[in-house]
């Protein structure tokens, strides 16, 4: 299958900075790339859609200015958590389909891991 | 997308079949029927989907009854690293539609 790529695995800020997490196709181009939030034992959360060239849209619930989604390429989206604070510490991860066939499928990154002291 | 439903869990004996069902009576005609997994810390997998017609990979087997009103995911041996989270999902398919997961089933294969 595809291959999408995530930067850092893991990442550990203090509360108040903000922390770039960036979603990479490897082998394809993406016009479509989606970001979730997994809390521990419970299920993914979609959070956002991120479209190349245009700006994102964002679950119910999900504060866009906390965020911030960008993705500049058809191969690169990347979530900025601003002003991270401990109840941001979570497992995020994206995923990206491979075209706009509806037989087609998305494939996941590996997930980054965020604590926030 | 048409809301599922899975056992919370399951356990399966190393190098048995494992059978994961679901259950998807809303689902509507233009929905496949797609299963992840998800290794703890990991990323979700994509396993096979389908429409109507049984399916089968290099992983599993995608058996959807005639009314597609549920399905089985069968991993033929299961081996203890087939141990995850397992989610039933239908879904429009493509790179533009979004895939909302459930709770899944967590299959833990035992030595």
């Known amino acids: 299958g595809a291959v999408v790529s995530q930067h850092p695995s893991w990442v550990i800020c203090k509360s108040g900075t903000s922390v770039k997490i960036e979603c990479r196709s490897l082998?394809?181009?993406?016009?479509?790339m989606f970001w979730y939030r997994q809390f521990p034992k419970q299920s993914l959360m979609l959070m956002a859609t991120?479209?190349?060239?245009?700006?994102?849209?964002?679950e119910q619930g999900v504060e866009k200015d906390k965020f911030l989604i960008n993705h500049a390429s058809l191969t690169l989206s990347t979530l900025t958590v601003t002003s991270a604070h401990p109840e941001d510490s979570s497992f995020y991860i994206c995923?990206?389909?491979?075209?706009?066939?509806?037989?087609?499928?998305?494939?996941f990154g590996p997930g980054t891991r965020l604590t926030v002291l | 997308d048409a809301k599922t439903t899975q056992p919370t869990s399951m356990d399966c004996a190393e190098g048995r079949a494992a059978n994961l069902p679901c259950n998807h009576s809303?689902?509507?005609?233009?929905?496949?029927v797609y299963w992840y997994r998800q290794i703890h810390s990991q990323g979700p997998q994509y396993i096979i989907h389908?429409?109507?017609n049984n399916e089968t990979n290099e992983m599993a087997s995608l058996i959807i009854t005639e009314d597609r009103k549920s399905s089985t995911l069968i991993l033929p041996h299961a081996t203890l690293r087939d141990t995850a989270v397992y989610y039933c999902?239908?879904?429009?398919?493509?790179?533009?539609?979004?895939?909302?997961f459930g709770t899944g089933t967590l299959l833990a294969v035992q030595p």
């Open positions: 999902i239908a879904f429009y398919g493509g790179a533009t539609n979004k895939l909302i």
């Open positions: 082998d394809f181009q993406a016009t479509t």
């Open positions: 809303t689902i509507s005609g233009n929905e496949y």
């Open positions: 995923s990206a389909g491979t075209s706009g066939s509806s037989t087609d499928t998305q494939y």
């Open positions: 991120s479209n190349e060239g245009s700006k994102a849209t964002y």
């Open positions: 389908g429409l109507k």
